[in-house]
T-cell receptor, first 117, second 113 residues
Framework: AQTVTQSQPEMSVQEAETVTLSCTYD???????LFWYKQPPSRQMILVIR??????QNATENRFSVNFQKAAKSFSLKISDSQLGDTAMYFC??????????????FGQGTRLTINP | NAGVTQTPKFQVLKTGQSMTLQCAQD?????MSWYRQDPGMGLRLIHY???????DQGEVPNGYNVSRSTTEDFPLRLLSAAPSQTSVYFC????????????FGPGTRLTVT
């Protein structure tokens, strides 16, 4: 079974700073997807960024980028020029590719990120 | 296009009561699922469906039933609520083929006393 671990329960940075959230996972699968979801106080789950394991290039979405290290099973999220609206819980999630049970998301415990003015 | 909708947003039950959490999507997604979110534990999969008439268990299925009679709807039933089922429940849906982005509903906060 796959597991996802986020070792930072809480983080806090000043507005405009860069922050990196850590995520490690354990799997025997070779093809899979990794995600970062954001959950603001509204409780809505919002997809931030997605990485396909077969792609060596790290995914980027505007101020959000990942550092995907497949051999180390590490998938960190970097937020550049952080904004007050980035304050939220962030969840790392794993999904295997294809086969029975595909599309089942396995989530980490979450990191509560606070951006201070 | 309403996306994924869930009703109710909040619910308080007494131990032993039954209820159904409703979930609907209007994106013609084949895949639908239910997760529960507890403090410090992230989201955990309860049940999922890969299409109408097909359901399967996730990580924490005990105490919950599901059915999928239409593509649009995927209700979650609690037959005899227990305090351990106090949680926030999320429904999600996605296309059966890639790019595998799952769209989440707004959640239902359930309290069982």
């Amino acid at each position: 079974a796959q597991t996802v671990t986020q070792s930072q329960p809480e983080m806090s940075v000043q507005e405009a700073e860069t922050v990196t959230l850590s995520c490690t996972y354990d799997t025997s699968e070779n093809n899979y997807y990794l995600f970062w979801y954001k959950q603001p106080p509204s409780r809505q789950m919002i997809l931030v960024i997605r990485q396909e394991a077969y792609k060596q290039q790290n995914a980027t979405e505007n101020r959000f980028s990942v550092n995907f290290q497949k051999a180390a099973k590490s998938f960190s999220l970097k937020i550049s020029d952080s904004q007050l609206g980035d304050t939220a819980m962030y969840f790392c999630a794993f999904m295997k590719h294809g086969g029975q049970g595909a599309q089942k998301l396995v989530f980490g415990q979450g990191t509560r990120l606070t951006i201070n003015p | 296009n309403a996306g994924v909708t869930q009703t109710p947003k909040f619910q308080v039950l007494k131990t032993g009561q039954s209820m159904t959490l409703q979930c609907a999507q209007d994106m013609n997604h084949e895949y639908m699922s239910w997760y529960r979110q507890d403090p410090g534990m992230g989201l955990r999969l309860i049940h999922y469906s890969v299409g109408a008439g097909i359901t399967d268990q996730g990580e924490v299925p005990n105490g919950y039933n599901v059915s999928r009679s239409t593509t649009e709807d995927f209700p979650l039933r609690l037959l005899s609520a227990a305090p351990s089922q106090t949680s926030v429940y999320f429904c999600a849906s996605s296309y059966g083929q890639g790019p595998y982005e799952q769209y989440f509903g707004p959640g239902t906060r359930l309290t069982v006393t």
